[in-house]
T-cell receptor
Framework: AQRVTQPEKLLSVFKGAPVELKCNYS??????LFWYVQYSRQRLQLLLR??SRESIKGFTADLNKGETSFHLKKPFAQEEDSAMYYC???????????FGKGTTLSVSS | KAGVTQTPRYLIKTRGQQVTLSCSPI?????VSWYQQTPGQGLQFLFE???????NKGNFPGRFSGRQFSNSRSEMNVSTLELGDSALYLC???????????FGSGTQLSVL
């Protein structure tokens, strides 16, 4: 069965500090991994996906198949990064996108 | 291009009633997925429709059902409402091939 675990419900950091939002997954095949973000009073939207290997708003995420992890990182947090972050997994084309429970990131000055 | 539209924005119902939620996807999108969002459980997958057929289904009771029309618009129905059904119901559309989902603003359902 597919499962996505985000162990932290809330992560509070100061502006300029590094950020790492953890995501672990359970899936027997080769998954597609995503990070979605929901800013206050905005719609849930895609932040990045592992196959793109790109950096969006300074965030990066590397798929580690050995540790079955897809942690989201940013070297220097900004106050505008405060939001709810969801890690998501898709087992293959045509299968459902399954989300973790989310982590609230709070960046204060 | 218009985004995903969900109606109504808010609903208040009482236990035992039934409710229908509507979702209009982005033009050209053939897949519509439904999720239940609550503070404690996050986003839980309900079901996905693709070209009028249910393609995937989550672990929700049969009280939760849906359908998709030929114009890709989708409806979700919940019968015999329970207090625990109070949640934000999100709909998301995509082309259907595994690319990113585009989410609507959701329908906030309160069951009293």
């Amino acid at each position: 069965a597919q499962r996505v675990t985000q162990p932290e419900k809330l992560l509070s950091v100061f502006k300029g500090a590094p950020v790492e939002l953890k995501c672990n997954y359970s899936y027997s095949g080769s998954p597609e991994l995503f990070w979605y973000v929901q800013y206050s009073r905005q719609r849930l939207q895609l932040l990045l996906r592992h196959i793109s290997r790109e950096s969006i708003k300074g965030f990066t995420a590397d798929l580690n198949k050995g540790e079955t992890s897809f942690h989201l990182k940013k070297p220097f947090a900004q106050e505008e990064d405060s939001a709810m972050y969801y890690c998501a997994l898709r087992g293959g084309a045509g299968t459902a996108l399954i989300f973790g429970k989310g982590t609230t990131l709070s960046v204060s000055s | 291009k218009a985004g995903v539209t969900q109606t109504p924005r808010y609903l208040i119902k009482t236990r035992g009633q039934q409710v229908t939620l509507s979702c209009s996807p982005i033009s050209g999108h053939r897949s519509v997925s439904w999720y239940q969002q609550t503070p404690g459980q996050g986003l839980q997958f309900l079901f996905e429709y693709f070209s009028e057929t249910q393609r995937n289904k989550g672990n929700f009771p049969g009280r939760f059902s849906g359908r998709q029309f030929s114009n890709s618009r989708s409806e979700m129905n919940v019968s015999t409402l329970e207090l625990g059904d109070s949640a934000l119901y999100l709909c998301a559309s995509s082309l259907g091939g595994g690319e990113k989902l585009f989410f609507g603003s959701g329908t906030q359902l309160s069951v009293l």
